[in-house]
C-alpha cells in the first residue's frame, strides 16, 4: 500500500509527535475539534481511561509512526494521541487519522 500523505499534506501547518521512547517525529496537518451531541463520547460518557469531560480533536494530515500514548504538539498546543489510524482510499493511504485529547497546562486553567 502506498503512502501519498506525505504530499497531499506538505504545505499543512506542522507539528511535532513526542514518542513515548523519548525520540520525535514530524506532522503537518490539521487538529480539528470532534462534534457530536450531548450523549457521545465527547461529553461526559465514560471511556477506558475514565470519564471525559473535555472535547476530543482529530488530526488528519501526515505523521511519522504515531501511536497511542505519543503527545502531539501543533502551534503551542499538545495532544495525547487516544486512537492512530490511517486513511486508505483505493489501496492507496491519503491521509493519518488520529483521535486526541487535548492537554491542560497552566495556561489553559
Do not use: C
Amino acid at each position: 500500500m502506498k503512502d501519498q500523505s506525505k504530499r497531499i499534506y506538505r504545505r499543512a501547518a506542522e507539528a511535532v509527535v513526542a514518542r513515548q521512547d523519548g525520540t520525535t517525529g514530524q506532522a503537518r496537518g490539521l487538529v480539528v475539534r470532534l462534534w457530536g451531541k450531548a450523549d457521545s463520547l465527547t461529553s461526559g460518557e465514560r471511556h477506558v481511561s475514565g470519564l471525559l469531560e473535555s472535547p476530543l480533536y482529530v488530526f488528519t494530515g501526515w505523521a511519522e509512526e504515531a501511536q497511542p500514548g505519543d503527545v502531539l504538539e501543533q502551534e503551542g498546543r499538545r495532544y495525547t494521541i487516544l486512537k492512530a489510524g490511517k486513511l486508505v482510499v483505493g489501496g492507496l493511504t491519503v491521509a493519518a487519522r488520529l483521535l486526541l485529547e487535548g492537554q491542560v497546562t497552566d495556561d489553559s486553567v
